[in-house]
């Protein structure tokens, strides 16, 4: 076998048979390298990846409070006859879903995985959104946030890409035993701010008057269409800041992510703020700058255009159900419905903008 030069990562070969292999001897069956030569952009293919972690997840769980890195072994099955194996890290992530989640989101470390592509450069960490618990409800879950991620990408270009895994756990703390269930990859931020030719902003106590206000009112109007008033700009709680070009004098762009406290999900953990006076995630809540009518109606018209893609893509989605899916798009249309009506921007934006 002849040897390989890792290019994106040692392990992230998820997408295509690359031409460089398919020139080579193929392999015996069952080999197991650990790079493997190919550029693939792991976030721009749609289909879900199949991956495997190795570890102790009876440890994971125990040690999940702590915030510290755990050995993990990652492998890729790229097809019938070679499987990918790489040793990295993994550390639980999420304020509240570290403490709530048997299985909360985490980090995954690739720092010292081999990275040698340009794609990946300077990136020491990729986020893992996980099924939380048992259940087929917590795997719904999953997948309607990783539809909120995609829902925001066709609002936005400058948002995070996401990437479905079907991801499978074999826990060597309970005699290997082997679960799985859906998960999904967040891009991080610093590759997300490249693509843009943009930089990421690490300040906080920025005040949301300090964003590009066009920005800020998609930002806001989507988190109200759906259902997330668990966010802060100021405090950079499930929101990114970006600064483009001449941002000193134009202001900062926000960029949304966790979405597991949103109206759309509806996670049976949820629940709204004390301070905002609503009883459920499913109320909305407008949490935007305050603007003139002509402003709001710019980005009320911007999701309008998009109105029939977004639930398309929701209708089209191959991994919930019809019941998850008409539930997801009666909420939807719920907003657009709103919309619509005279009064909605004094009713239910300038009531409780900010």
């Keep these: 076998m002849k040897s390989f030069i890792v290019s994106l990562l040692g392990w992230v070969c998820f997408l295509t048979w690359p031409a460089s292999l398919q020139a080579q001897d193929a392999p015996g069956p069952d080999h197991v390298v650990d790079t493997i030569d190919t550029s693939a952009d792991i976030?721009?293919?749609?289909?879900?990846?199949?991956?495997?972690?190795?570890?102790?997840?009876?440890?994971?769980?125990?040690?999940?409070?702590?915030?510290?890195?755990?050995?993990?072994?990652?492998?890729?099955?790229?097809?019938?006859?070679?499987?990918?194996?790489?040793?990295?890290?993994m550390k639980a992530r999420g304020n509240?879903?570290?403490?709530?989640?048997?299985?909360?989101?985490?980090?995954?470390?690739?720092?010292?995985?081999?990275?040698?592509?340009?794609?990946?450069?300077?990136?020491?960490?990729?986020?893992?959104?996980?099924?939380?618990?048992?259940?087929?409800?917590?795997?719904d879950n999953v997948l309607k946030e990783y539809l909120c991620y995609k829902v925001y990408n066709i609002i936005s270009p400058v948002s995070f890409r996401v990437r479905l895994v079907k991801?499978?756990?074999?826990?060597?703390?309970?005699?290997?035993?082997?679960?799985?269930?859906?998960?999904?990859?967040?891009e991080p931020e610093e590759?997300?701010?490249?693509?843009?030719?943009?930089?990421?902003?690490?300040?906080?106590?920025?005040?949301?008057?300090?964003?590009?206000?066009?920005?800020?009112?998609?930002?806001?109007?989507?988190?109200?269409?759906?259902?997330?008033?668990?966010f802060s700009i100021t405090g950079r709680h499930n929101a990114k800041l970006l600064g483009f070009?001449?941002?000193?004098?134009?202001?900062?762009?926000?960029?949304?992510?966790?979405?597991?406290?949103?109206?759309?999900?509806?996670?049976?953990?949820?629940v709204p703020g004390e301070n905002l006076g609503i009883q459920s995630v499913r109320e909305r809540y407008f949490l935007g700058l305050c603007r003139e009518d002509q402003a709001y109606q710019l980005a009320i018209d911007h999701l309008a255009g998009h109105r029939e893609e977004i639930l398309g893509m929701i209708q089209e989605f191959p991994h919930l159900n019809s019941q998850v899916k008409d539930e997801m798009i009666a909420y939807l249309e719920s907003y657009f419905i709103e919309a619509e009506r005279s009064g909605f921007i004094q009713s239910s934006l300038k009531s409780t903008c900010r």
């Design 245 to 270: 070009p001449g941002f000193g004098s134009k202001g900062y762009t926000p960029v949304p992510y966790d979405f597991d406290y949103s109206g759309l999900v509806n996670a049976s953990y949820a």
């Design 167 to 186: 991801m499978h756990y074999i826990d060597t703390g309970r005699k290997n035993k082997m679960t799985e269930s859906w998960a999904f990859m967040i």
């Design 96 to 139: 509240f879903r570290r403490q709530y989640c048997s299985l909360p989101p985490f980090w995954l470390n690739i720092k010292k995985a081999g990275v040698q592509n340009q794609n990946l450069q300077d990136i020491d960490r990729i986020k893992v959104v996980t099924h939380c618990s048992g259940g087929k409800g917590s795997a």
């Design 191 to 230: 590759l997300l701010a490249r693509r843009h030719d943009a930089l990421v902003v690490k300040k906080d106590d920025i005040p949301m008057a300090y964003t590009v206000p066009e920005e800020m009112d998609l930002v806001a109007l989507f988190m109200y269409m759906v259902g997330n008033s668990d």
């Design 43 to 89: 976030f721009e293919d749609p289909l879900p990846m199949e991956i495997t972690l190795t570890l102790d997840l009876k440890l994971f769980q125990k040690e999940k409070y702590k915030g510290e890195y755990l050995p993990v072994m990652f492998h890729y099955r790229f097809n019938d006859t070679l499987t990918l194996e790489k040793s990295m890290r």
